[in-house]
């Protein structure tokens, strides 16, 4: 019992310091092979971001965060439009996130489905909201915890310049 506790405010304590790493500084390497239905009922194959600079946002239904963190979200969209933007979301029904797309007017990205955890288990994140940036050679950093638009677009600008 004392063990998990200590484990989950390690997380807690991780996700809201906005925790941080970089294939190359920390070895951050996500598996990048997958397949997944889109909120809409769509089919979608990780090989869609091949060669294409992407942000990957991991956000559930029922978070409070999350929804505030969509604006952030949408407007660095529209500063980027050369960067593929994805959501992951998990912990909620299919129908819980397409209200929660809906509410947040995030419709303009592709949202997938995680019902099981495995597509965040394979991009190793333990807590929503977080982000995962992709550059086009397959380099990745993971920021976990809440990112204003500023942090993700220092985000997006380091991973691109490499």
């Not at 200590?6 to 598996?31: F, H, K, W």
């Not at 933007?85 to 419709?107: K, P």
């Not at 940036?133 to 976990?144: E, R, S, Y």
Request: charged share 15%; glycine share 8%; net charge negative.
């Amino acid at each position: 019992m004392k063990k998990a506790f200590l484990a989950a405010a390690l997380l807690l304590i991780l996700g809201l310091t906005g925790c941080a790493s970089a294939a190359g500084e920390s070895g951050y390497q996500p598996q990048l092979e997958f397949e997944a239905q889109t909120v809409a009922g769509e089919n979608f194959a990780s090989s869609t971001l091949t060669g294409k600079d992407t942000l990957i946002w991991f956000w559930t239904p029922w978070c409070a965060i999350c929804a505030q963190e969509s604006a952030d979200i949408k407007e660095l969209q529209a500063a980027n439009p050369e960067v593929q933007f994805i959501g992951i979301a998990g912990y909620g029904t299919r129908g819980e996130m397409q209200d929660f797309v809906n509410r947040t007017g995030t419709d303009q990205l592709v949202h997938l489905v995680d019902t099981t955890g495995e597509l965040w288990a394979n991009f190793q994140v333990p807590l929503q909201p977080s982000i995962v940036v992709l550059n086009q050679d397959g380099a990745a950093q993971l920021h976990i915890g809440p990112a204003t638009r500023e942090v993700a677009q220092e985000l997006l600008d380091s991973i691109l310049e490499d």
